[in-house]
């Protein structure tokens, strides 16, 4: 007789939204629930907010996310649907996601550092055109980039912001980044680069008092600052989980044939 798997310790985060919080609580009637801290796999429900919401949390944890989609916006979530959940997430593919660092120093030399799932944006912070030099690998590409802003955007958020801004769109496997200008007013025809992952990016602004900008990493954004620098986030690995018929991979190249 064939010995029996384990049953999943699963433990489930839901949005703010009433479906998701009902959701929450018929699943963990019917599947239990641990502490994510002690969870196999955490279930998120809600929508690519939700998602890079519990991938931030838990981080250093390196516990699988499965989520189901309960939200407005549902690239990165599977469909929603409260049966065969252990089933599913036992016959889910895998698919790993590294981060982008941001260490930004602002105005009066205080230096944050965040991470970033989908992209580090910098945005002007007045009605001035944003001066921005930009650095790859310690050489000046870019002197002077006037713009509303620019953007370092990995492969798993190259549908998202950077998308919106003309950005390319990058496969999981392609081992990209997309450097990317927002409405660049000069160099006029610039329209951004492909870069290696593993590469350094340095963002110094010029006339930061006149010409405020800020930076985001996915939603922590700091204000004023006067040069950031992305990296990969080579330490960090994030698994996500998604059904055979619809992992990411194949949700990214979708996109690029999308009418």
Not at 17 to 42: C, S, W
Request: aromatic share 4%; charged share 20%.
């Amino acid at each position: 007789m064939a010995a029996r798997s384990p049953a999943l310790r699963l433990a489930f985060v839901a949005a703010a939204t009433p479906a998701a919080r009902a959701a929450k609580v018929a699943l963990e009637k019917r599947y239990g629930v641990v502490p994510p801290a002690e969870a196999d796999v955490i279930v998120a429900l809600g929508g690519d907010g939700l998602m890079l919401q519990t991938l931030h949390r838990n981080m250093r944890r390196k516990t699988p996310i499965f989520g189901m989609n309960l939200g407005t916006v549902g690239f990165l979530p599977n469909q929603y649907r409260a049966s065969g959940l252990a089933a599913r997430i036992r016959t889910a593919r895998s698919g790993a996601l590294t981060p982008l660092r941001r260490v930004a120093t602002t105005a009066r030399g205080q230096r944050h550092e965040a991470t970033a799932i989908n992209e580090v944006s910098l945005l002007r912070s007045s009605r001035q055109t944003a001066r921005i030099a930009v650095a790859v690998d310690g050489n000046r590409r870019i002197p002077d980039l006037y713009c509303d802003g620019a953007l370092v955007a990995t492969p798993a958020g190259s549908t998202a912001y950077n998308l919106s801004a003309h950005g390319p769109i990058l496969p999981l496997a392609a081992g990209l980044l997309a450097l990317t200008p927002i409405n660049a007013f000069r160099p006029r025809r610039w329209r951004g680069a492909l870069l290696p992952r593993h590469s350094k990016v340095e963002f110094t602004i010029l006339e930061p008092q006149k010409r405020p900008v800020s930076a985001a990493a996915d939603s922590v954004e700091v204000a004023d600052v006067v040069k950031v620098v992305v990296t990969e986030a080579a330490d960090i690995e994030l698994t996500l989980l998604f059904d055979p018929e619809h992992d990411l991979e194949e949700r990214i190249l979708k996109e690029q044939f999308a009418p």
